[in-house]
């Protein structure tokens, strides 16, 4: 056998060019990590959305009325729709069938058990889809056994020149007809994020309407000059109350009932607190939970928990005298996307709880009040309470609800006869699931 000497000389050459080789190819490796818009999309529901539901498909896609196997879990779920392109809100109909908007722009009119009776397109003027734009949230008209009236928001305009608006149209037993928008939110904005878009109806029948701050002009959200990061208070034909906080300004937008918000996905009625909560989004960190004061800044982005996606900082106040902290926050985020107050038989010890699903975490979250008193602060005592550094946050967390169903969950909706939840889960192939106890 031959054997070969190699001198030092070549021995130091070979080895230098393999480091060489090397250190080209991590080179090469970094112009291309570096060339990736990594935080080009700041937009927290965008970056988490995308990128998780790219990898959270509903597992079950073929077989409809299936049950999901939970062999440890004290609730039954089952699968009533599983063809749903990321569906966004549902309501009940009194005929026992449900309208499901998805964000594509189409309504799903379904039976109690999840068979497609027909398939709507709404007449909705001037609708616009792209990324987080399309239609969001359905509703009825308090008075909807009477008016049939059917209330849809969505994504209006361009790519250049959108908002957010709210059309009323009228339900003829088989379709949506009639559509007229009542409510346009100003100004025209550019991109597709952060649009709001959730419907709640006062005790006196006025409508609530949940907008965004459209992402790229969160400093507008402390300007009532614009809608941008409001919650506006119509009549339901569109015309303005005459007790709106903001119309004594001339410069207000008559409509706006509160501002200083980021992009509020969540609005329910607590009939105990007699007020208005809502759920929010926050940046990187900083999701909310909020009780409603007429004509109250919620301080978006002067006061915030959270950080931009980059990591920079957005303010360093987390409260400032006349800015109204909020009730509950989460911290990394969930992506908090609806919220509704239990009150049912199905589940009667969640009665008064708060029930908020979320995105990013994949779960749905129960929040209880830490008292349950009789008593109910008005609402400049609550807020001293609030600013107060060393007082308990009025809600707790109780539990993370449903995890083990690992998906991205969009709506919770009761059943106002039953108390059985039904959930919308975000995907291109979403699914409707109906949760009802094990044990009944």
């Known amino acids: 056998m031959k054997r070969f000497a190699i001198s030092p000389n070549t021995y130091s050459k070979k080895v230098l060019f393999q480091h060489w080789n090397i250190l080209l190819c991590l080179l090469m490796c970094f112009m291309v990590f570096a060339s990736q818009p990594i935080f080009a999309s700041q937009n927290p529901e965008q970056f988490l959305e995308q990128s998780q539901a790219q990898d959270n498909e509903p597992e079950v896609h073929d077989n409809e009325n299936s049950e999901l196997a939970t062999e440890t879990s004290p609730y039954r779920f089952e699968v009533l729709t599983t063809d749903l392109s990321f569906p966004w809100s549902l309501v009940f109909l009194t005929d026992n069938t449900m309208l499901i908007t998805e964000r594509s722009g189409t309504v799903r009119h379904v039976d109690s058990e999840g068979f497609e009776i027909s398939h709507i397109t709404p007449p909705l003027h001037d609708l616009w889809v792209s990324g987080q734009a399309g239609l969001f949230d359905i509703a009825l008209s308090p008075q909807f056994s009477r008016n049939k009236a059917v209330f849809l928001s969505y ?3 361009t790519a250049n020149a959108n908002n957010t608006c709210l059309a009323r149209l009228t339900w003829n037993g088989e379709t949506l007809e009639d559509s007229q928008v009542i409510f346009r939110a100003a100004p025209a904005k550019r991109g597709s994020a952060h649009y709001g878009g959730r419907i709640a109806f ?17 400093e507008d ?11 506006v208070r119509i ?3 569109g015309s303005i109350p005459a007790d709106n906080p903001m119309l004594a300004s001339s410069t207000a937008k008559p409509e706006i009932f509160t501002y200083g918000h980021r992009n509020v996905q969540g609005i329910a009625w607590h009939p105990e607190q007699r007020r208005m909560f809502i759920s929010e989004h926050g940046p990187r960190g900083g999701d909310e939970i909020n009780r409603l004061r007429s004509g109250a800044n919620y301080g978006w982005p002067l006061i915030t928990e959270g950080v931009d996606y ?31 107050i239990y009150y049912g038989d199905m589940f009667n010890e969640w009665n008064g709880d708060l029930l908020v699903p979320a995105l990013a975490g994949k779960h749905v979250a129960r929040l209880r009040f830490r008292t349950r008193s009789e008593t109910v602060l008005s609402l400049s005592e609550h807020a001293a309470n609030l600013d107060n550094p060393s007082a308990h946050k009025p809600l707790q967390l109780e539990e993370k609800l449903f995890t083990e169903l690992n998906q991205r969950i969009r709506d919770i909706r009761v059943h106002p006869q039953t108390g059985a939840l039904y959930l919308l889960t975000d995907s291109a192939a979403g699914t409707l699931i109906k949760v009802t106890a094990s044990d009944k």
């Not at 006062?202 to 969160?218: E, H, I, K």
């Open 155 to 157: 994504a209006c305009g």
């Open 202 to 218: 006062m005790p006196d029948n006025t409508l609530l309407l949940t907008l965004g701050d459209g992402f790229d002009y969160r």
């Open 221 to 231: 959200a402390q300007r009532v000059a614009n809608h941008l990061g409001s919650v």
């Open 235 to 237: 009549e339901q034909d």
């Open 310 to 340: 980059t990591g920079a900082l957005i303010s360093p106040y987390k409260q400032l005298p006349g800015l109204t902290a909020a009730e509950f926050g989460w911290t990394p985020s969930i992506a908090p996307a609806g919220l509704t």
